[in-house]
């Protein structure tokens, strides 16, 4: 079962603009992390966030983690054309910490 | 470093046909992780090894799914007898560690279409 759900499904904005998607889990944390999927290709890491931070950066990307909320932000700023791509959520599971259990995905498209 | 293998990169089938998928680890990775990827169900874990052995089979479909490690840069996934719902994406993935679960490096797929 999946235990992140990302809001929004889908996200349209121009080039330029900043792009936000929220993650949603259900049980206790360990850490969190954020993964990008370009069309026809596997995932690729972008960020991990523990959950004692609250807040981390890496270029133009900005993690936030709420846990008292179970909730997590990517912000991505000065979006570009090839930034289009799905983003997905993973959380470990803190009864069984040796996996990711991976939320539903925000696609995310940028036109330029 | 080459990254996560895997192959083929594409496979047509029939139902009732065996089905092979292979993956090649990142050398020095201690865990691999089996994925499938549908847009009905999203990304599923199916089954993770740790040092060649298996850990976690929970995600596994039912008993016509069965995946091997014979050794450290090696692992096949097998599906006999294929059906068409089995039609997805299967992933592999590789880390470092288990510690607290580590960033996790995915190969390219394997697109199975099972007609």
């Known amino acids: 079962s999946q235990q992140g759900e990302e809001d929004p499904q889908a996200l349209s904005i121009q080039e330029g603009e900043n792009a936000t998607m929220n993650c949603s889990y259900k049980t206790s944390i360990n850490n969190l992390q954020w993964y990008r999927q370009n069309s026809g290709r596997g995932l690729v890491h972008l960020i991990l966030i523990r959950s004692n931070e609250r807040e981390k950066h890496s270029g133009r990307l900005r993690v936030t983690l709420d846990t008292s909320k179970k909730s997590s932000s990517l912000l991505i700023t000065a979006s570009r054309a090839a930034d289009t791509a799905s983003y997905f959520c993973a959380t470990d599971d803190s009864y069984n910490t040796d996996k990711l259990i991976f939320g539903t995905g925000t696609r995310l498209q940028v036109f330029p | 470093d080459a990254g996560v293998i895997q192959s083929p990169r594409h496979e047509v089938t029939e139902m009732g046909q065996e089905v092979t998928l292979r993956c090649k680890p990142i050398?020095?990775?201690?865990?691999l992780f089996w994925y499938r990827q549908t847009m009905m169900r999203g990304l599923e874990l199916l089954i993770y090894f740790n040092n060649n052995v298996p850990i976690d089979d929970s995600g596994m479909p039912e008993d016509r799914f069965s995946a091997k490690m014979p050794n450290a840069s090696f692992s096949t996934l097998k599906i006999q007898p294929s059906e068409p719902r089995d039609s997805a994406v299967y992933f592999c993935?590789?880390?470092?560690?288990?510690?607290?679960?580590?960033?996790?490096?995915f190969g390219p797929g394997t697109r199975l279409t099972v007609l």
């Open positions: 993935a590789s880390s470092p560690s288990t510690s607290n679960p580590d960033t996790q490096y």
């Open positions: 050398s020095g990775h201690n865990s």
